[in-house]
C-alpha cells in the first residue's frame, strides 16, 4: 500500500497563491504517476494536475498557465504550485498516486487539503 499525506492548503484571496505538497510513503511501489484533484462543493472530483513517467505533466484549460506540478522522486513528494488564484479554484484538493502511466491516476489517495479563494 502507499500513503500520500497532503498539506499546504488554507485561506487566501484572490490572485494570491499557495503551494500544496503530497509525501508518499509505504510499501516499496514504483509509482509511475501522480496527479492533483480537487472537488468543489456540490460539484464532482475534476483533475487538475498531472505528472507521468519521466515528467511529462497534463493540466486541463481552466487551469493551464496558473498551475504548476513537480515531483521530487528522491525524496517522495510531489507539488502543486497554483498562482492568480480565483474564487472557483476553492475546494478539497487531493493527491493521487498510480502504478501505470496514466493522466488520470487513481490507484491511491490521500485525504484531501482544503484551499479556500475569498477576499
Known amino acids: 500500500q502507499v500513503q500520500l499525506v497532503e498539506s499546504g492548503g488554507g485561506l487566501v484571496q484572490p490572485g494570491g497563491s499557495l503551494r500544496l505538497s503530497c509525501a508518499a510513503s509505504?510499501?516499496?511501489?514504483?509509482?509511475?504517476?501522480m496527479g492533483w484533484y480537487r472537488q468543489a462543493p456540490g460539484k464532482q472530483r475534476e483533475l487538475v494536475a498531472a505528472?507521468?513517467?519521466?515528467?511529462?505533466?497534463h493540466y486541463p484549460v481552466a487551469v493551464r498557465g496558473r498551475f504548476i506540478i513537480s515531483r521530487d522522486r528522491a525524496n517522495n513528494m510531489t507539488y502543486l504550485q497554483m498562482n492568480s488564484l480565483r474564487p472557483n479554484d476553492t475546494g478539497v484538493y487531493y493527491c493521487?498516486?498510480?502504478?501505470?502511466?496514466?493522466?488520470?491516476?487513481?490507484?491511491?489517495w490521500g485525504q484531501g487539503t482544503q484551499v479556500t479563494v475569498s477576499s
Open positions: 505528472v507521468v513517467g519521466t515528467g511529462t505533466t
Open positions: 509505504g510499501s516499496d511501489i514504483t509509482i509511475n504517476s
Open positions: 493521487a498516486a498510480d502504478r501505470q502511466w496514466r493522466y488520470y491516476p487513481d490507484d491511491y
